[in-house]
């Protein structure tokens, strides 16, 4: 199947500093990338969602100087999480999809804001 | 705007057992797909449905779309502990390729 590689897996960060993480999908090209959030033992919370070439649409709630997402080709989105605080350590998930067809998932990128 | 219901939001069965996990949308569902998530990992695509009616089986899990395309059911059969995990129900929304969850089901399999 196709693979998206998130990196890093694990970051672990001084308050006030940012963190960029990277989604690339290695084998195909993706229409669309989605940034998720998930708190632990909860489901997934969409951030935003963004189609290459254009800005990202964000989800209600979250903030966009805060979560930058930039999607310059079809095959990398970054998520730079700006001024971090403790509050922003989560797990971090993306998604790619290509057309009209199921979306691929990174392996998540755990956030650790000390 | 669509939601996808998903029931029940946990689940733990004995190893062995069967089991059913529905996903409900208030819209007819063009596509619907479903993941497993183990948590702090990524999701893994399981299946996906389109038609009314249709069903797909992929080892001891199945999966189907009612005719009227507004519900999907998830069935396990003789579940293992390495079921366990969120399973979450994702559909499109519109015709700008975007795609939304159901809010998962987290299975525990007792052995």
């Known amino acids: 199947g196709a693979v998206v590689s998130q990196h890093p897996s694990r970051v672990i960060c001084k308050s006030g500093t940012s963190v960029k993480i990277e989604c690339r999908s290695l084998d195909f090209q993706a229409t669309t990338m989605f940034w998720y959030r998930q708190f632990p033992k909860q489901s997934l919370m969409l951030m935003a969602t963004?189609?290459?070439?254009?800005?990202?649409?964000?989800e209600q709630g979250v903030e966009k100087d805060k979560f930058l997402i930039n999607h310059a080709s079809l095959t990398l989105s970054t998520l730079t999480v700006t001024s971090a605080h403790p509050e922003d350590s989560s797990f971090y998930i993306c998604?790619?999809?290509?057309?009209?067809?199921?979306?691929?998932f990174g392996q998540g990128t755990r956030l650790t804001v000390v | 705007s669509q939601e996808l219901e998903q029931s029940p939001q946990s689940l733990i069965v004995q190893e062995g057992k069967n089991l059913t996990i529905n996903c409900t949308s208030s819209?007819?569902?063009?596509?619907l797909y479903w993941y497993k998530q183990k948590y702090g990992e990524g999701l893994i695509f399981l299946m996906m449905?389109?038609?009314?009616?249709e069903e797909k089986s992929h080892e001891k899990i199945t999966a189907k779309l009612d005719e009227k395309k507004q519900q999907s059911s998830l069935h396990i059969t003789a579940s293992q502990p390495s079921h366990a995990g969120i399973y979450l129900c994702g559909a499109d929304i519109g015709y700008n390729n975007d795609m939304r969850f159901g809010a998962g089901t987290r299975l525990t399999v007792k052995p």
């Open positions: 819209k007819t569902l063009y596509g």
């Open positions: 998604s790619a999809r290509p057309w009209n067809t199921e979306a691929f």
């Open positions: 963004s189609n290459e070439g254009s800005k990202a649409t964000y």
């Open positions: 449905l389109q038609k009314g009616g």
